[in-house]
């Protein structure tokens, strides 16, 4: 009988992880997510030359799951050590431990309220809201990503970020 459940062996995975250096674009294929061992992930959207506006920001012990197959991408922030889930895995995964159902549906489910958070953040009218909010939702975005993709993702311009930052 086995003990561990597939999350917890997915974060023991050291020597099957891939490690990503810095700002290292995900090319997708046939992956439908990537476990997160160690690291922070960034999924984007190409908006015109040389910008990017962030859509969803992942950390260690999540998966990062692109909202759109052909519009995003996904960029490690840091170095990052990642499991590449391909559907075949995952049908491995769920055949082989039983608890795995369950987990895959909690991770399902962490996904959506992570979209569900970036939405509500969004319908917020005012940067300083939106700031707060991101500030109790995922704190540590703040200390890995740059200066101009916090700004995008807030919805304002880098020189309003950087004034809003000092503030606080």
Same mark, same amino acid.
């Given at each position: ?48 030359? +040389?910008?990017? $506006?962030?859509? @969803?920001?992942? %950390? ?5 799951? /692109?909202?759109? *197959? ?8 840091? +170095?990052?050590? $990642?499991?590449? @889930?391909?559907? %075949? ?5 769920? /055949?082989?431990? *039983? ?70």
């Amino acid at each position: 009988m086995r003990t561990k459940s597939w999350i917890h062996q997915l974060s023991e995975l050291k020597d099957q992880t891939i490690a990503f250096g810095k700002m290292k674009s995900l090319a997708p294929n046939t992956e439908t997510c990537r476990f997160i061992a160690r690291g922070h992930v960034m999924e984007y959207m190409d908006v015109g030359p +040389d910008r990017r $506006l962030p859509i @969803l920001f992942f %950390g260690p012990n999540e998966f990062a799951v /692109r909202s759109h *197959p052909a519009l995003t991408q996904l960029v490690t922030i840091d +170095d990052a050590s $990642l499991e590449v @889930l391909t559907y %075949g895995k995952i049908i491995e995964l769920l /055949r082989n431990f *039983p608890d795995s159902a369950n987990l895959y549906k909690q991770m399902r489910r962490r996904y959506q309220e992570k979209v569900a958070d970036r939405l509500k953040m969004d319908r917020m009218k005012t940067a300083i809201e939106r700031y707060r909010y991101a500030r109790r939702q995922q704190d540590w975005i703040f200390s890995v990503a740059e200066h101009k993709d916090i700004a995008a993702y807030l919805g304002i311009s880098l020189p309003e970020w950087m004034e809003l930052k000092r503030k606080e």
